[in-house]
């Protein structure tokens, strides 16, 4: 993938302090020295992805050789408590404020594990791919994670559901980013403490189940330190188990005492108020925990980042905005076609007023978002709706805005855990059969109605299985080829950055990154023949391209007219070089 090893490579609580000899000596000792990897070149990217000549911990330049001597020191491991994802002190004002000790910790282990296994030591060609390999395994391990807790929640539907449930999550498209890029680790070790989290959790049990409750509450925390989004386990774990309550009242009631509240409903009702004060003792006090990490400060963004949240002029604008980013953000897990690293900056305009065309289809998404939760009321149990809702909407808040900014507008890899709520509501729609009125649900009608009900609804259903099982085949193929197709752009940061700049010509940012990568995979061969010179022209070439592209979409972008302009000087073309940047201040003001 494009970020290998630049995912951690900047971090050093996962590859050490970078200790460097003084100019002249000679080494320092055999032990340095045999920590010194001199031909280790170590590529870095920024926070957000971008190219960055210099990792920010351990100050190796992109494609640099160690100096004779120097070593990476390794971190206390508990300095990895009190740093962010990225290696700075949470109490730093230019910390990250991502809190994710248990993914640090996992990079830690897996570049000490392969530094001592492998000849080419833990940032090598053999390491990176393992480090992948690593990855598609937590991936594989959620999906068996999700197969197992759908069949908790339906335990009366076809095994069918659980079973495509799980093959449409194992290979949806829109997973690509957090699999195949080593950061995206955070989510995949979150998703399984989130749904281990769920799995051990009592729902709807007569006792406390301490020990249970207490495996769920550690299993959550866990979440949380992999990710912060795991922290909603709790809320999952809290509605399924309220939903599963009234749902059992519901079927006892006819059997009941004219308004009687059945002996065992009332029990568990306690008990489930009891559990649920236990956990929010347990579950608030970590997360007040981790909120007091941030030292009450919050995390600094570029005003591209996230335009609506952090430029908008008003609220209006703000809401439509964010609205509408919410329906393209559930829209990818149907249509996972337009996939980006990137969509920050100008990829969605700002919705400034309701006359917008686009307010049309946010209303649509979300009248198609009612008309589903609809269906799903009336035709499955209260306790399977309520938790594919959960999984679906809950992963996805700390992510919208609504509570505080965050520092992107669209994100595939937070994305992650909520496709597992589309993927459940996928399997039902094409797999799934009726459930409520069968089962003494909410709704009941008279046994002659009901049975004529049954024999109309068992006879649609034979005919309209074959083409719902064939809609869910289609569906898992085409998420399979899409995949395949995203990862091969995943393959290197050119085919990445050119194919997100396809999906989203509008973003500055992009054409940017695409000149960065060019510039950074170019090698000069050590000299000057005429095959390297012509190589060289067309790298500056290429470079010069993107970067103009990047201005013509905004012609106010610093960083790309810097960027431009460097490139000019190099090439001695002094008049253009002051002209552009001339030209930037101009529309800069």
């Not at 911990?57 to 990225?86: K, M, N, T």
């Not at 309550?245 to 509240?261: P, W």
Request: include cysteine.
């Amino acid at each position: 993938a494009i970020d290998d090893p630049r995912s951690f490579a900047g971090n050093r609580d996962v590859v050490g302090q970078l200790v460097t000899p003084p100019m002249g000596a000679e080494t320092l000792g055999a032990a340095a020295a045999g920590r010194g990897n001199h031909d280790m070149a170590i590529p870095a990217t920024g926070d957000d992805g971008s190219a960055n000549p210099y990792l920010p911990s351990s100050g190796v330049a992109v494609g640099e050789d160690l100096r004779q001597g120097s070593y990476l020191q390794p971190q206390p491991l508990a300095q990895i408590w009190a740093d962010d994802f990225w290696g700075e002190p949470m109490a730093s004002a230019n910390s990250h404020k991502s809190y994710r000790p248990l993914t640090v910790l996992s990079f830690r282990l897996s570049y000490t594990l392969w530094s001592a296994v492998l000849p080419s030591g833990g940032l090598g060609a053999a390491a990176q791919r393992a480090y992948h390999a690593e990855n598609v395994a937590l991936h594989a391990l959620v999906s068996v994670l999700l197969l197992a807790a759908v069949r908790r929640v339906s335990p009366r539907q076809p095994r069918t559901v659980g079973l495509g449930a799980a093959a449409l999550f194992a290979c949806h498209a829109v997973h690509c980013e957090a699999v195949a890029n080593v950061t995206g680790r955070a989510e995949l070790l979150a998703a399984v403490f989130f749904l281990v989290a769920f799995l051990v959790y009592p729902v709807y049990s007569s006792s406390t189940a301490e020990a249970r409750l207490l495996a769920s509450v550690i299993f959550g925390v866990l979440a949380m330190l992999a990710k912060e989004p795991g922290v909603v386990v709790f809320g999952l774990n809290f509605l399924v188990d309220a939903a599963a309550i009234f749902e059992q009242h519901q079927r006892q009631q006819q059997k009941a005492t004219a308004g009687a509240f059945p002996l065992s409903i009332r029990q568990a009702a306690y008990t489930l108020c009891v559990r649920s004060l236990l956990v929010a003792c347990m579950g608030g006090g970590a997360l007040g925990w981790r909120l007091a990490l941030n030292n009450g400060q919050s995390p600094r963004f570029s005003n591209g980042a996230n335009p609506a949240a952090l430029t908008a002029p008003d609220s209006t604008t703000r809401w439509l905005t964010h609205a509408h980013v919410w329906v393209q953000s559930y829209g990818m897990l149907v249509c996972p076609q337009r996939l980006s690293v990137d969509w920050g900056h100008g990829s969605i305009p700002l919705i400034g007023s309701w006359g917008d065309e686009r307010n049309l289809m946010t209303a649509g998404g979300f009248l198609v978002a009612c008309v589903v939760v609809r269906w799903s009321a009336h035709h499955m149990p209260l306790t399977l709706t309520t938790a594919w809702i959960s999984v679906l909407v809950l992963p996805y808040l700390p992510a919208s805005n609504l509570f505080f900014p965050v520092g992107f507008v669209i994100a595939e890899r937070v994305m992650y855990l909520p496709s597992a709520g589309f993927c459940i509501l996928a399997a039902l729609l094409c797999l799934g059969t009726a459930e409520t009125q069968a089962q003494g649900g909410v709704h009941t009608v008279s046994n002659s109605s009901a049975q004529r009900q049954a024999t109309q609804q068992t006879s649609a259903s034979a005919s309209a299985t074959w083409w719902r099982r064939a809609a869910f085949v289609c569906l898992v193929a085409l998420n399979m080829f899409r995949a395949l197709a995203r990862n091969e752009d995943w393959r290197n940061c050119r085919s990445l950055w050119l194919s997100s700049f396809k999906a989203v010509p509008t973003n500055e940012f992009l054409p940017l990154g695409l000149g960065e990568c060019i510039l950074e995979q170019y090698t000069p061969q050590g000299s000057s023949t005429d095959d390297d010179l012509a190589r060289r022209a067309v790298v500056i070439s290429e470079a010069i391209g993107a970067y103009r592209s990047s201005l013509r979409i905004n012609p106010s972008y610093g960083m790309a007219a810097v960027a431009l302009a460097k490139l000019l000087h190099v090439e001695k073309q002094y008049v253009e070089e002051e002209h552009v940047l001339r030209s930037t201040l101009s529309f800069a003001g």
